[in-house]
């Protein structure tokens, strides 16, 4: 909460030396109080004798970087590149994934196959670009669809010729959404009804990847619900003047 600070009602302010002691000052030039300020109150530790962690955290593979393999970005512009071409060589990249007996895309994988054959059953969806990292230049962003109302977003950043993997996830993903350098992601259904998981990735220099960097359950407004208007701003007019301006003169 931003602190409240002292008002000044009039532009003369009584001043002894450099010192603002507000007893020297009295009439109408005097500093007058907006009101108290709530004390900061800052964070308690709970339980300080916890002895710190020994295992390190599961990972998750967020900070996965990958080169993808056969791929050459011309002047390390992604929009040189085609999205399906990419997603190509990630399916002959990972053949546990998505060739096999045991893979868990396999269908997915042949669809991919046929998207020159067959564009309307092709699941990759149409590549975004923006620029994620801040460096000036656009990354490519990529939506694949899978089984189960299942999305994998994909980004990737060009250096050096080619083509790097800085963000991959999968989720029930309800909508998609740029909010600056960030990617929002709406996936499905928390658990709770009436909520959904929302999650913002951003890019992080030091890992040199995108991280989920706010993870939050959120209120989800119901279909057809009434948003609240908002009243329109009352017009003040300006008191008018006390004394009239006189004009200015010319210079001599």
């Known amino acids: 909460m931003r602190p409240h600070g002292a008002q000044r009602v009039t532009p003369a302010l009584c001043v002894l030396g450099l010192a603002l002691a507000l007893s020297g000052c009295n009439g109408e030039g005097e500093l007058r109080s907006a009101g108290p300020t709530p004390a900061a109150v800052g964070p308690v530790r709970l339980w300080p004798d916890l002895p710190p962690a020994t295992d390190p955290p599961k990972d998750y593979g967020e900070s996965d970087t990958p080169r993808v393999p ?3 970005v011309v002047g390390d512009d992604v929009h040189s590149v085609e999205a399906v071409a990419v ?5 002959r990249a990972h053949p546990d994934t998505y060739t096999g007996g045991n893979a868990s895309y396999e269908k997915t994988a042949r669809a991919i196959a046929d998207c020159d054959t067959a564009p309307a059953a092709c699941p990759v969806m ?3 670009y923006h620029d994620l990292t801040g460096n000036g230049r656009d990354e490519l962003i990529v939506g694949i669809r899978l089984p189960e ?3 994998a977003v994909l980004v990737y950043r060009a250096e050096d010729g080619g083509l790097t993997r800085i963000m991959s996830t999968v989720d029930q993903v309800i909508s998609v959404e740029l909010a600056g350098r960030d990617l929002i992601m709406r996936a499905g259904s928390a ?3 009436g909520y959904e998981y929302r999650t913002a990735w951003s ?3 030091r890992q040199q990847s995108m991280l989920p960097t706010r993870d939050e359950i959120v209120r989800v407004r119901p ?3 009434r948003v609240p208007s908002v009243p329109a701003p009352r017009l003040v007019r300006p008191a008018p003047a ?9 210079m001599p």
């Open 70 to 72: 056969g791929v050459t």
């Open 87 to 91: 997603v190509r060589a990630e399916v």
């Open 126 to 128: 149409r590549p975004y």
């Open 149 to 151: 109302q299942e999305v």
């Open 191 to 193: 658990g709770i009804p």
């Open 203 to 205: 890019w992080d220099e």
């Open 223 to 225: 279909p057809g619900a």
């Open 242 to 250: 006390t004394a009239p301006v006189p004009p200015l003169e010319p």
